[in-house]
């Protein structure tokens, strides 16, 4: 097995795009032995090891994705690339991503890659978390969206307040108005408002008011209450995924979608956020990447906008409306990060917080009402049985599930609710 990238056989676009797509259905968002073993193989030769062959992970192969692993900065843990690799097959349907295509094709959109026209190269600024590929639907071609220095996130709270959502549609049209793209999650809340006041804008020269960046596939519209909004999106803007159609949207995947809404964006403005709000999140991406951040002030006894407050004592520049925005996006001297900038990432723990990340994804595939087996947690999480096992075993030594007759669910706890957008 050749290790290394050197001299390769061209390969076609369509090619280079299945392969994109397998992956994307193979492995969960930000998932960094995937991106090391593309790194090393090549993206076509690594999703054909993958889903094509039923090859051992060899001595020197490991030795080379721990390397590059250990060169990025982090750390594998007691997760070697076997065992990656195991979970991997364990989901291995090659047909399923042809028809993952077409239907993406269908709904008048496609799969875009790194080397495509059209990519979003301010992506690539996400280093080994970059996605494999973005899913796309809408109405403008890849070629046709704006640069970086047009886009803007705006992102808050599910849970609203009247203030922060009038302050969001707001801001939302103001953007718009001045010509630029307003970016966010798609979510209920601040999301909504930032989405509906970017398409209050009427000016038939602007061909992208906003764009969504959706936690699961785009086949469906999530959350079913929005699916007007995502439609109306979907006409007069675009809706990104990086997951293929009929994944489901999960709290892993929605957290890490946050990183694609931070690197899109020019700057990132926080509208209204509790202290633990999954808005922190996509603020802690922005400033990782070198993004300016915003916040908007509120309430000092309003729980909404303790996370916005956090923000701006820590250094994230005040917005008030548009006019700050714009301002804020034409320069970035605001808030920078260090390790004392992150107790609000870290208080009020919950039972789920300490969990690794195959621990995580594996709750997120337990069943909440119903029952499943261990091979059924091991295709849903992408996991091997043994690491499913193990998990298993964790779990219920927390608390988190429980077991009957060697099946296995989620024990009903406040933490363990559904996630949302």
């Known amino acids: 097995m050749r290790i290394g990238r050197g001299?390769?056989?061209?390969?076609?676009?369509?090619?280079?795009?299945?392969?994109?797509?397998?992956?994307?259905?193979?492995?969960?968002?930000?998932?960094?032995?995937?991106?090391?073993?593309?790194?090393?193989?090549?993206?076509?030769?690594?999703?054909?090891?993958?889903?094509?062959?039923?090859?051992?992970?060899?001595a020197n192969l490991?030795?080379?994705?721990?390397?590059?692993?250990?060169?990025?900065?982090?750390?594998?843990?007691?997760?070697?690339?076997?065992?990656?690799?195991?979970g991997w097959r364990a989901r291995v349907n090659h047909?399923?991503?042809?028809?993952?295509?077409?239907?993406?094709?269908?709904?008048?959109?496609?799969?875009?890659?790194a080397h495509h026209q059209g990519w979003p190269t301010q992506l690539n600024d996400l280093g080994m978390m970059a996605p494999f590929c973005l899913w796309w639907r809408g109405s403008l071609e890849?070629?046709?969206?704006?640069?970086?220095?047009?886009?803007?996130?705006?992102?808050?709270?599910?849970?609203?307040?009247?203030?922060?959502?009038?302050v969001a549609i707001d801001l939302g049209s103001?953007?718009?108005?001045?010509?630029?793209?307003?970016?966010?999650?798609?979510?209920?809340?601040?999301?909504?408002?930032?989405?509906?006041?970017?398409?209050?804008?009427?000016?038939q020269n602007f061909r992208m008011p906003t764009m969504a960046v959706m936690a699961g596939?785009?086949?469906?519209?999530?959350?079913?209450?929005?699916?007007?909004?995502?439609?109306?999106?979907?006409?007069?803007?675009?809706?990104?995924?990086?997951?293929?159609?009929?994944?489901?949207?999960?709290?892993?995947?929605?957290?890490?979608r946050n990183r694609i809404i931070a690197a899109l964006s020019e700057s990132t403005v926080v509208v209204e956020a509790r202290w633990r709000s999954g808005a922190l999140s996509t603020a802690?991406?922005?400033?990782?990447?070198?993004?300016?951040?915003?916040?908007?002030?509120?309430?000092?006894?309003?729980?909404?906008?303790?996370?916005?407050?956090?923000?701006?004592?820590?250094?994230?520049?005040?917005?008030?409306d548009a006019q700050d925005v714009a301002l804020l996006m034409g320069h970035h001297d605001g808030y920078l990060p260090t390790e004392t900038d992150l107790p609000f990432m870290k208080s009020?723990?919950?039972?789920?917080d300490q969990l690794s990340a195959n621990d995580l994804m594996l709750l997120d595939a337990l069943p909440v009402r119903g029952w499943a087996d261990v091979d059924s947690l091991s295709v849903a999480s992408g996991l091997n049985v043994g690491a499913v096992l193990s998990g298993l075993s964790r779990f219920n030594g927390q608390g988190l599930a429980e077991s009957k007759n060697g099946l296995w669910r989620k024990r009903a706890s406040p933490s363990n609710r559904t996630p949302s957008a």
């Open 284 to 320: 802690h991406h922005a400033v990782e990447l070198g993004r300016s951040l915003g916040a908007v002030p509120g309430p000092v006894t309003a729980a909404t906008s303790q996370g916005t407050l956090k923000l701006i004592k820590e250094g994230a520049e005040l917005v008030r």
């Open 348 to 352: 009020e723990s919950r039972a789920h």
């Open 217 to 256: 596939g785009l086949d469906r519209f999530y959350p079913v209450g929005n699916s007007d909004l995502l439609q109306d999106i979907c006409a007069r803007g675009v809706l990104l995924s990086e997951t293929p159609p009929g994944t489901a949207p999960t709290r892993w995947r929605f957290l890490q």
């Open 142 to 166: 890849p070629h046709d969206w704006p640069l970086q220095k047009s886009m803007v996130s705006i992102v808050g709270s599910r849970d609203a307040s009247a203030y922060g959502n009038s």
């Open 174 to 203: 103001g953007i718009a108005d001045k010509g630029l793209t307003v970016i966010s999650g798609g979510a209920y809340g601040i999301d909504a408002m930032a989405h509906r006041g970017a398409l209050t804008v009427d000016d």
């Open 95 to 113: 047909d399923a991503v042809l028809d993952s295509v077409r239907q993406i094709n269908r709904l008048g959109g496609g799969v875009l890659t």
């Open 62 to 86: 490991q030795q080379a994705v721990s390397e590059l692993l250990e060169s990025w900065g982090s750390k594998p843990g007691k997760r070697h690339l076997a065992d990656a690799v195991s």
């Open 7 to 58: 001299p390769q056989i061209e390969v076609s676009r369509h090619a280079e795009m299945i392969a994109a797509a397998g992956m994307s259905r193979l492995a969960e968002p930000g998932d960094v032995h995937a991106r090391a073993l593309i790194e090393v193989l090549g993206l076509c030769d690594a999703y054909e090891f993958v889903s094509g062959s039923t090859a051992l992970v060899v």
